[in-house]
């Protein structure tokens, strides 16, 4: 039975850091394309982030650029956010995502979400 279990979210001012970390069961991030989408109140789900099992490549959305950081753990079966200069459009429901389509492609295992909220 596949499981991925986010955690690491919580409140955080504005400008702060934060980590979320995603542990797969079940399946080995080694060959899957993992990534984080996210939620926010009164809108669409949409991609943020995304490392692809094949070279590691990264992809990020444009409102992320710069600040987000994905990276994955192989031994540890485990994908990491690194959230640096929050905002507080950047509050939401983050989900771990695993599949083996093309990078953005919102289908395959889902996490529960964990809740991200920045004050301003």
């Known amino acids: 039975q596949v499981q991925l279990v986010e955690s690491g979210g919580g409140l955080v001012q504005a400008g702060g850091p934060l980590s979320l970390s995603c542990a797969a069961s079940?399946?080995?991030?080694?060959?899957?394309?993992m990534g984080w989408y996210r939620r926010a109140p009164g809108r669409e789900r949409e991609f943020v982030a995304g490392?692809?099992?094949?070279?590691?490549?990264?992809y990020y959305a444009d409102s992320v650029e710069g600040r987000f950081t994905i990276s994955r753990d192989n031994a540890k079966n485990t994908v990491v956010l690194q959230m640096n200069s929050l905002k507080p459009e950047d509050t939401a429901i983050y989900y771990c995502?695993?599949?083996?389509?093309?990078?953005?492609?919102?289908?395959?295992?889902w996490g529960q979400g964990t809740q991200v909220t920045v004050s301003s």
């Open positions: 995502n695993a599949n083996r389509l093309p990078i953005g492609t919102p289908t395959g295992y």
């Open positions: 490392i692809k099992w094949t070279d590691s490549s990264t």
């Open positions: 079940g399946l080995s991030i080694r060959t899957y394309n």
